[in-house]
């Protein structure tokens, strides 16, 4: 797992604005026993999948683990091939409904890769 150091400058409404640093995963999904190939994961897609990997079988919520759009994150990992499970489950307190729990079910395994 890797940091992206570089920073970028992009122009906004003719404004000069740094962007911020990027985590960089590079990962590969382990089938039968053999790596796949390389997968760069960037961004809050790469945290969530570090996440997903620390977790283990817990898995992840957007209760305990608070992130800004984490259903898309995993939908976006699931495009790659990731398989994740949603698992429903019902929350009482001041305001009750219900969250999604995320199982990462593929063996994976991560390397740090530098940012270009």
Request: hydrophobic residues 35%; aromatic residues 10%; charged residues 20%.
């Given at each position: 797992m890797s940091v992206d150091n570089t920073r970028a400058t992009n122009v906004q409404n003719g404004t000069a604005v740094k962007s911020r640093k990027r985590l960089v995963l590079r990962a590969k999904i382990v089938d039968n026993g053999e790596p796949g190939l390389p997968i760069t994961v960037v961004g809050r897609d790469a945290w969530c999948l570090r996440e997903l990997v620390r977790a283990?079988?817990?898995?992840?919520?957007?209760?305990?683990?608070?992130?800004?759009?984490?259903?898309?994150?995993?939908?976006?990992?699931?495009?790659?091939?990731?398989?994740?499970?949603?698992?429903?489950?019902?929350?009482?307190?001041?305001?009750?409904?219900?969250?999604?729990?995320?199982?990462?079910h593929s063996e994976v395994l991560l390397s740090e890769q530098e940012a270009a």
């Open positions: 283990g079988s817990r898995g992840i919520t957007s209760l305990e683990n608070p992130a800004p759009r984490i259903a898309h994150y995993v939908w976006k990992l699931r495009k790659l091939g990731f398989a994740i499970e949603s698992v429903p489950e019902v929350h009482g307190g001041q305001f009750p409904g219900s969250h999604s729990r995320y199982r990462l």
